[in-house]
């Protein structure tokens, strides 16, 4: 998540994501008997984007309250050498977690817009490769600390953001 206020990003952060444990069923491939397999599932935390929306709102009072959401569309598992990966859970999660974002933001007053990852990276001369992302972040905001690969999902929500204020304003 990033905060513009007068064309200047005010701060950015994770989205907050809380973890629990699970219990799943899943089928043993060799013999085809159903298991159990703990492990953890991770969900937004609806409750702290919620507030963090209402402070933005009091921070800014008369401010225009916009989200920038990238649109987010299910795919199918893909395959890696031969090995399928991800899956309908992984879609299934992300789809989830989209509209909570969007719900969260306009119950709180928010417009919220959305943007395909191709759009806005397009407009930067961006691909996939999550980075460049990251060095194009670093060089427009060099006071954040980027260095890391799990950083270019802040990177890209401040691209996400300098994207909204260059040509949707």
Sequence with gaps: MALFHDDQM???????IVSRAVTRQRKDKKTGEMKSAKGTANSLDVKALATFARLASQAHPGAALIGVIEYQQGRGPK???GKERGGSSQVGTLMRLFGQC?????GRGWEVTTVQPAVWKRHFRLDS???RSRALAAERWPSLDLKTKKSADIAEACLLGAWWLETQR
């Design 10 to 16: 005010q701060m950015v952060q994770r989205l907050p």
């Design 79 to 81: 395959k890696d050498g």
């Design 102 to 106: 969007e719900g969260v933001l306009i």
């Design 129 to 131: 490769d999550k980075d």
